[in-house]
């Protein structure tokens, strides 16, 4: 990595971070109101946003409750996708250089957004400040939210008259558009997608959303290897 950044490179590091932090954490309150359509409490559900902290594992869960499977599917399919977190752990430990108590605390704010804008920075510094703005923005605002979600929906009927459920959908969706920057990772949407949709009828709600991540998993193990580093 070079020297240290700009006052003014660091300003609009913590600006651009800010705006992502506003955006996601804003979105806490889709969850909320769905978490409690779908039979959590209020407790329960800002609980798993303080202590999971993961959207898409947050949205999964409950998106399995919701559509009737069982509770160790919806832990399934949660831990399933939040092993990405893992993954990007390893990639973020040498660039940012934490140690101890730090990388600990670091560890809980391990998302999209926050590996995201702290990747590709060209200090040590910029991805610090990269990841603790936007992790701490996203969780402070997105437990915020949660609460604000989750308490209109319990005052609501029934939450899902207001379209609240299809967030579920529309979250994955969300996450998964950037995502389809090729022809092979196309591919291996409409794979897992068919897999999915046909296992609907068959199986306990649940499976489905598993087979289809290991269409994914074994794309990725037999794709090949290329010798070249990039």
Do not use: K
């Amino acid at each position: 990595m070079s020297g240290p950044a700009a006052p003014g490179d660091r300003r609009a590091v913590v600006r651009d971070s800010l705006g992502v932090g506003l955006a996601t954490g804003a979105y806490g309150v889709s969850f909320g109101a769905v978490s409690v359509a779908s039979g959590l409490s209020v407790a329960q559900t800002c609980a798993l946003s303080l202590l999971m902290f993961t959207g898409a594992s947050q949205f999964a869960l409950v998106g399995v409750l919701a559509s009737g499977g069982s509770a160790a599917s919806a832990g399934a399919t949660a831990l399933l996708l939040g092993t990405r977190n893992a993954l990007y752990g390893l990639r973020l430990a040498p660039l940012l250089g934490w140690r101890g108590l730090r990388r600990v605390g670091a560890a809980h704010l391990l998302i999209d957004e926050s590996t995201a804008m702290s990747v590709g920075r060209t200090t040590r510094a910029d991805a610090r400040t990269g990841f603790l703005v936007t992790g701490l923005a996203v969780f402070v605002l997105w437990n915020l939210f949660t609460l604000l979600g989750a308490v209109g929906g319990a005052v609501l009927e029934d939450p899902r008259d207001l379209g609240l459920d299809a967030a579920v959908g529309a979250a994955f969706l969300a996450l998964l558009w950037p995502r389809l920057d090729d022809a092979l990772h196309r591919l291996v949407a409409v794979a897992a997608a068919g897999v999915a949709l046909g296992l609907v009828p068959l199986a306990p709600a649940g499976v489905p959303v598993l087979a289809a991540a290991g269409v994914a998993l074994l794309a990725g193990l037999l794709r090949p290897r290329s010798g070249a580093t990039p």
